[in-house]
């Protein structure tokens, strides 16, 4: 074990509101060591192979990184945390203690998993799934695509499928399209939004966009081959390579719950400045709320300066006001796009749940809770830790899972157990 | 365009592009199953970015990587489950 040279403060998370939250404190002479899982900066959103992919504001955000000399370690990611100021670091592969004297994390989002038949055959995966895999380096290209999902994020990725030539079928949204009409109308301030949905919607316009449709079942042998879905109350049957199918994002928590910060209605809780209910620790962007990149920005620049200790710079009536439209939106998004009723259902008593440990559906009882869950029927136990099953469960039985244990993400145990004086098993 | 690189899949070289994440250039070798499950069904990634774990293969050795997270590198080896 090792200990890495102390930060005043580490950001958790290389998305626009941790590079924002980064930038910032390092600007006013913060020493700052940013901690990101990807090999390069810009979190899911700004996914990129090469640099000229990137948009304006991504740009100009990493450049300021740069410029303020932010410490930046790439494919690296947190592991425990003994305490606020002392994280447990992979860093590539080398586990070190790190310590630091305030902590922002910038966790992100993920999307949310649920089980139908079908849904473990290669070739399903999910709406933010494809599109990361298809930014890696995935060619989609003359591919028959179909995407059912919910929420803002079906738009770009469906542009993102027709422009790289895909054969773009479906997009299925499982909101009613009174509340797409909801959702639109409170965003009508915001003509950036509007102009941006139009693009995307311009550049699928080829495929149709059916509201109250959603996934029944996929089919197919060592892969998908076919998908059945239900297009406003009627069964449609069509052949396709890949269906992306996932139902919105929910924010990715696990450090926070683990630090033992309050999380609310799934998000971590902050007040104005940022701050969360544990003294140093603050949070940012989607780990706090779903709301997209520009309103985690405005998130990160408030924490950036606030752990500085410049409360008027964070206070500015400008971050105030745009973070506050932000909140606002993620509310609207949270309300409008509801998970219906009928997605409960999907699943038959063979389906699996849980996909690390093979239980399927029909091997628990809904009257159980998320723990008993994990002794009786080992939901969660697996290699991925329910990060993909907990939502599920949540959404088909109710359970609550507030548990976050180390090592958060994953295997490498031993490295882990070593650095912290633990015994490994 | 970007340079390639060659990568050895369950024994067979591959070239393939050198800029792409190993989960992304699997996919795009026709891969299914990086992983099977207890029932021997193939499994494959459904999140692209480290969450979900379907993706994981052995690389140069090293049991349970995620190929999501990794990118591929000259000489690779690399096991699936077929």
């Given amino acids: ?425 | 365009m970007t340079d390639d690189v060659t990568i050895t899949v369950n024994g067979v070289p591959r070239r393939v592009p050198a800029d792409g994440t190993l989960a992304a250039v699997l996919l795009g070798l026709g891969v299914t199953a990086f992983r099977r499950d207890l029932g021997g069904a193939p499994r494959a990634p459904i999140c692209g970015m480290g969450t979900c774990h379907e993706c994981r293969v052995r690389v140069d050795g090293i049991d349970e990587v995620r190929s999501c997270l990794v990118s591929v590198r000259d000489g690779m080896q690399v096991e699936t489950a077929g």
Wanted: hydrophobic fraction near 45%.
């Fill in chain 1, 1 to 425: 074990m090792s200990r890495s040279r102390a930060m005043d403060l580490v950001v958790v998370g290389g998305g626009p509101a941790g590079l924002a939250a980064a930038a910032a404190a390092a600007e006013r002479g913060m020493q700052v060591l940013l901690i990101d899982q990807g090999r390069r900066l810009g979190g899911q959103i700004w996914r990129h192979r090469q640099s000229r992919e990137l948009p304006p504001e991504a740009q100009q955000l990493l450049d300021r990184v740069r410029t303020a000399r932010v410490t930046v370690a790439s494919e690296a990611r947190v592991l425990d945390a003994t305490s606020p100021r002392e994280l447990v670091v992979d860093f590539r592969g080398r586990v070190d203690l790190q310590p630091t004297e305030q902590l922002i994390l910038a966790t992100g989002a993920m999307e949310r998993f649920l089980p139908f038949p079908g849904w473990t055959l290669p070739g399903v995966c999910g709406v933010g799934g494809l599109q990361a895999l298809h930014k890696s380096g995935l060619t989609v290209a003359g591919s028959r695509v179909v995407l059912a999902g919910s929420g803002p994020l079906l738009f770009p990725v469906a542009a993102a499928m027709a422009r790289a030539g895909a054969e773009l079928l479906l997009v299925a949204e499982q909101a009613p399209r009174a509340a797409l009409i909801g959702f639109a109308a409170t965003v009508t301030r915001d003509i950036g939004k509007l102009v941006d949905a139009a693009s995307y919607r311009w550049a699928f316009a080829r495929t149709p966009f059916r509201t109250s449709s959603w996934v029944i079942r996929a089919e197919g042998d060592d892969r998908l081959r076919e998908v059945v879905v239900s297009v406003r109350g009627r069964e449609r049957r069509l052949r396709c390579d890949w269906l992306g199918a996932a139902f919105g994002l929910v924010p990715h928590t696990d450090l926070a719950r683990l630090l033992g910060c309050d999380v609310i209605d799934e998000a971590i809780a902050v007040d104005a400045l940022q701050r969360t209910s544990v003294e140093g620790v603050y949070a940012v962007g989607e780990c706090t709320g779903v709301k997209g990149d520009a309103p985690g920005m405005i998130e990160g620049e408030i924490a950036g300066r606030a752990v500085t200790g410049d409360l008027p710079a964070a206070r500015a009536p400008k971050l105030v006001h745009a973070r506050g439209a932000g909140r606002h939106f993620a509310a609207a998004m949270a309300r409008h796009f509801a998970i219906r009723p009928e997605l409960r259902g999907l699943a038959t008593p063979e389906t699996l749940l849980c996909r690390c440990e093979d239980v399927p559906v029909g091997a628990v009882d809904p009257t159980w809770t998320a723990r008993q869950a994990k002794l009786y029927a080992r939901v969660g136990m697996g290699s991925c830790q329910g990060a993909v099953c907990g939502e599920a469960c949540k959404v088909l039985f109710g359970w609550q899972n507030n548990s976050a244990r180390p090592p958060l993400g994953a295997p490498m145990t031993g490295a882990w157990s070593d650095a912290i004086g633990r015994s490994g098993s």
